[in-house]
């Protein structure tokens, strides 16, 4: 069984990470946890969410790390930091999105890769921020085994970071995403209704 | 203070509510609560999720009843129908997507109303339900005060539901539901980054 931790903190922002946790969640191979500072958490939306794992308790092996935005990423950790950089450093899958990606700018973490976010304006004074002219305006970048996208992109980042690891061909992962990205009798018309 | 309640169940889809549930939230008029059958349930995506209301201990007041679907709507509850019912008939505002819907075409409570879903098919051994020719091939259907809309749809059943209760002029909601509906960084140029 693949393991994908969805590091989330208060106030994370609910629509960002569903299209991916569903998808992996419901793959035989694949286990949805969530990790955080703290036993429970509330998402934007009002949800309170129980977290499976404490920062210092996580599993050894981790398959995908997603980091899921939100209003409280300004944190300092550094088991965090160490986990991330660690994770790019030896070619583990990590994906970014919103708040999340403004942490990785704050700390230095997307140095060497391209990547995306909601706003360069936000980094221009951190001082480990040092490839700005690798940031491209667009929903989603993969670089190498690093996802980032902007806070709007749920469905983008959902479909870069299932490429990333290649959870279906990708004949198999188009419709799939389309679903959720077209007008649904449209999309039955195409590939028949999925209900 | 005005109160959202989000009906959920265990295996509930993640991806229907959020875009509504965080837009209701983050408003200072109104709050979002969770109710179901159990203290906690699990969503498809593994997210563990602490129940705010169980079914007979809701407040009086409940200014908006959103169903979210999800894999267990296959439920007999006479106090759930009784609350739809009431609303319904006293017109008050619900909304349901996907596998909600399914229950409420099996309960007859789409009776009257213009009504989506994600799939007729699954309705024609409903006996309750008599008004097929009621049902529009749509992404989501208003009517009066019932939204409903299939499982694809978390976007237009965000904007159908927060126009029912009018939540913002229809000229501040446009751009709201535009920011998760486009590119980004078009999005941007039009107008302006809201990060």
Redesign the interface.
């Known amino acids: 069984m693949k393991t994908a931790i969805?590091f989330i903190l208060n106030e994370y922002?609910?629509?960002k990470?569903?299209?991916?946790?569903?998808q992996?969640?419901?793959n035989s191979e694949w286990?949805?946890?969530?990790a955080s500072f703290s036993d429970?958490v509330t998402?934007?939306?009002?949800?309170?969410?129980?977290i499976?794992y404490q920062i210092d308790e996580l599993p050894e092996k981790i398959d995908l790390l997603i980091l899921i935005g939100g209003n409280s990423w300004d944190v300092k950790n550094e088991t965090l930091r160490k986990l991330i950089s660690d994770r790019l450093k030896s070619d583990q899958p990590v994906g970014a999105i919103c708040g999340a990606v403004d942490y990785l700018a704050k700390n230095g973490l997307l140095s060497g890769y391209q990547h995306t976010g909601?706003?360069q304006?936000?980094w221009k004074n951190y001082s480990e921020y040092n490839n700005p002219d690798q940031f491209l305006?667009?929903?989603v970048v993969s670089d190498r085994n690093l996802v980032t996208a902007?806070?709007?992109?749920?469905l983008d980042f959902t479909e870069a970071v299932l490429k990333l690891i290649q959870f279906l061909p990708d004949k198999q992962l188009k419709p799939l995403i389309e679903?959720?990205d077209n007008?649904?009798?449209e999309?039955c018309k195409k590939y028949g209704?999925p209900?």
Chains 1, 2 share one sequence.
């Open positions: 969805f922002a609910d629509w990470g569903p299209y991916l946790s569903s992996l969640n419901q286990t949805v946890k969530t429970e998402s934007i939306g009002g949800f309170k969410t129980i499976d909601n706003s304006a936000i305006p667009q929903q902007n806070g709007t992109a749920a679903l959720y007008v649904f009798y999309y209704n209900f």
